[in-house]
């Protein structure tokens, strides 16, 4: 670490990281908003994935019993871009959480998405898309003439 202003050019050539302000809380306010932005990833990641999943389940699931298709593609497009993004987007965005810097660190090998969020992921997206088949399924009997 090097002093932006009032280090040498040959320690700032040396350093990792140099401090524009010369003030080493620059530091702690960097890991927090860090921790902020990997937070806000994994909640924007968990989101997409297990919402993609449900459209993944009840498109398979019709086709496998030969029923007609839940989704159009016009539908499926309007659902990923304008359904999905926004509500995404706005978890990217969410600020910071109170104590996040009294968390202990993550690992370094740690993945962003561990076998059992997957799992959880992967239960929630079946959830969806068969509520979503059902729902289709019971409007298409209703609707019968």
């Not at 700032?12 to 960097?30: G, M, P, Q, R």
């Not at 297990?50 to 398979?60: D, H, R, S």
């Not at 659902?79 to 968390?103: H, R």
Request: aromatic share 6%.
């Amino acid at each position: 670490i090097a002093m932006g202003i009032a280090g040498t050019e040959v320690s700032k050539e040396a350093a990792d990281i140099i401090l524009a302000d010369d003030n080493f809380a620059t530091i702690v306010s960097a890991v927090e908003e860090g921790r902020s932005i990997y937070a806000n990833m994994k909640a924007f990641i968990h989101y997409l994935i297990t919402c993609n999943i449900g459209e993944v389940v009840a498109i398979l699931i019709s086709s496998i019993m030969g029923l007609p298709d839940i989704l159009s593609p016009l539908q499926l497009l309007w659902v990923n871009l304008v359904t999905d993004g926004p509500p995404a987007t706005a978890l990217g965005f969410n600020p910071a959480e109170k104590g996040l810097m009294t968390q202990m660190p993550r690992g370094y090998g740690e993945p962003l998405l561990p076998p059992f969020t997957m799992i959880r992921l992967g239960l929630t997206g079946l959830y969806i898309g068969g509520r979503s088949l059902s729902g289709s399924y019971m409007s298409c009997l209703t609707l019968a003439p």
